[in-house]
């Protein structure tokens, strides 16, 4: 398989730091990637009053579709910051880029926050909002390869699965702080005062945490795999390997789609989905949400451990395959008689699916990738799924439009984890590959 063989991590780089030392890395490094989930979660929780803030219309649906699709236009501006800042990180240093990204990130969140509505400035309105998600699509394009790579390479041998889990599990963190927010603006703030400017209050708190992730990050150490390694690829280099291993990207894209539709499906669409469609209200959505944050959050770390143990391949066709026969089945049952009862169920049993294959997917993607360009790699085949699974809360609201099928996202989902079998299968498809994942 192109490019796996040169992936391979010593050892030695890892151990050079005491286990305390270590814990304190994995903490300094996630901690920006919560702000990133943070950020783009407290959108699609709000995105019908961001809708109706910028983005007014005579048609509720056509005004909910447009802040979607602004949400989804952040995704689009990920390759393109996969590519300039993944090469900037693949050359500098882990470090001097994730602190740029963490940079990047904070300033869209502001124009999100503070920019006034439509009907104070107009068009300048939405048009600082996409600004924003542009920004903050251009950032996140690195931020999950930058944290992810960085945890591969302090990870000790034969735990880079449980290492790698804790990018995922950090955004679980922002999932359920940002839906418990919810939740308690949803009990002090009125109804009307929440769509009017409540929903600002979680960008703010946003903006108020970003000093002190800064000052958490800053004191990131350098892996000791990049400072040892003696040739550090320039620009053109780089781009040459992502051609050379286009496929390998591709493979890896597809590998990544299931995890990204399905965690935007359990996460960010999930309180409009059951305020919108099934009628529930606020409160009740939000704290599913929060229930799916830390189910997710339970079982990502445990999901890593176990493909530490068997190899990946087993864990990522199993939760594919499970996902196929169940998501849209559960959607139709769930959507049969909507309750805050049968939500919680059906959200929980997606959280199982998309943890447990996510857990193994990461680790499985920082694998693939050749050494001296693991985090463009990375983040290029993350960033082309993401424009696929960043529009689920878009796709899923047109498909129940289109259809008048309130269960159809499941459909979407059971697509995406094809999608994931297949990549499995085309990734894992030799004896020595099926080995070397194992092992590593």
């Known amino acids: 398989m192109t490019g796996s063989s040169s992936s391979t991590?010593?050892?030695?780089?890892?151990?050079?730091?005491?286990?305390?030392?270590?814990?304190?890395?994995?903490?300094?490094?996630?901690?920006?990637?919560?702000l990133e989930m943070y950020d783009f979660t407290v959108y699609g929780y709000y995105a019908a009053a961001i809708a109706a803030t910028?983005?007014?219309?005579?048609?509720?649906?056509?005004?909910?579709m447009l802040a979607l699709s602004v949400f989804g236009a952040g995704f689009l501006m990920r390759p393109v910051g996969a590519l300039v800042l993944g090469a900037y990180i693949d050359q500098h240093g882990r470090r001097q880029g994730l602190i740029l990204s963490l940079t990047l990130m904070a300033i869209g969140t502001a124009c999100v926050a503070l920019v006034p509505g439509y009907a104070t400035i107009g068009l300048a309105a939405p048009a600082i909002v996409l600004f924003g998600r542009l920004l903050q699509g251009f950032s996140a394009g690195v931020e999950l390869g930058g944290v992810s790579v960085y945890l591969s390479e302090i990870a000790t041998r034969g735990n880079r699965g449980f290492y790698c889990s804790w990018q995922s599990a950090s955004q679980q963190v922002a999932v359920v702080f940002a839906a418990s927010i919810g939740v308690f603006l949803?009990?002090?703030?009125?109804?009307?005062?929440?769509?009017?400017?409540?929903?600002?209050?979680?960008?703010?708190?946003?903006?108020?945490?970003?000093?002190?992730?800064?000052?958490?990050?800053?004191?990131?150490?350098?892996?000791?795999?990049?400072?040892?390694?003696?040739?550090?690829?320039?620009?053109?280099e780089i781009m040459r390997s992502m051609a050379k291993n286009a496929r390998l990207v591709l493979a890896g894209m597809g590998l990544v789609i299931m995890t990204t539709a399905s965690f935007y499906l359990i996460t960010a669409y999930t309180p409009t989905f059951g305020k919108v469609v099934l009628k529930?209200?606020?409160?009740?959505?939000?704290?599913?949400?929060?229930?799916?944050?830390?189910?997710?959050?339970?079982?990502?770390?445990?999901?890593?451990?176990?493909?530490?143990?068997?190899?990946?391949?087993?864990?990522?066709?199993?939760?594919?395959?499970?996902?196929?026969?169940?998501?849209?089945?559960?959607?139709?049952?769930?959507?049969?008689?909507?309750?805050?009862?049968?939500?919680?169920?059906?959200?929980?049993?997606?959280?199982?699916?998309?943890?447990?294959?996510?857990?193994?997917?990461?680790?499985?993607?920082?694998?693939?990738?050749?050494?001296d360009v693991r985090t463009t790699g990375f983040s290029m085949a993350y960033s082309l799924a993401s424009m696929l699974g960043g529009f689920t809360p878009a796709i899923s609201t047109w498909l129940i439009h289109a259809t008048?099928?309130?269960?159809?996202?499941?459909?979407?989902?059971?697509?995406?984890?094809?999608?994931?079998?297949?990549?499995?299968?085309v990734l894992y498809r030799s004896k020595a590959a099926r080995t070397h994942f194992k092992t590593a």
């Open 54 to 64: 910028f983005f007014p219309s005579t048609s509720e649906f056509a005004s909910l």
């Open 404 to 425: 008048g099928d309130k269960a159809s996202p499941g459909m979407w989902m059971s697509f995406a984890a094809l999608c994931g079998v297949v990549s499995t299968l």
């Open 280 to 371: 529930l209200s606020s409160l009740d959505a939000l704290i599913v949400t929060a229930c799916v944050g830390l189910s997710n959050f339970v079982w990502l770390p445990i999901a890593g451990a176990v493909s530490d143990r068997i190899g990946r391949r087993p864990v990522l066709l199993t939760f594919t395959v499970l996902a196929i026969l169940t998501a849209y089945p559960a959607l139709q049952w769930m959507v049969a008689a909507p309750s805050f009862e049968r939500l919680l169920i059906v959200e929980l049993w997606l959280s199982v699916l998309y943890a447990w294959y996510n857990g193994a997917m990461v680790v499985a993607l920082t694998e693939l990738m050749p050494a």
């Open 186 to 236: 949803n009990r002090v703030v009125p109804a009307h005062d929440m769509n009017a400017w409540g929903w600002r209050i979680p960008f703010i708190v946003g903006c108020l945490i970003v000093p002190f992730l800064f000052y958490v990050r800053r004191s990131l150490r350098e892996t000791d795999e990049f400072v040892a390694r003696k040739h550090h690829p320039a620009m053109a």
């Open 9 to 34: 991590l010593p050892a030695s780089g890892a151990a050079a730091h005491a286990p305390e030392s270590r814990a304190r890395s994995v903490f300094r490094v996630v901690s920006g990637n919560f």
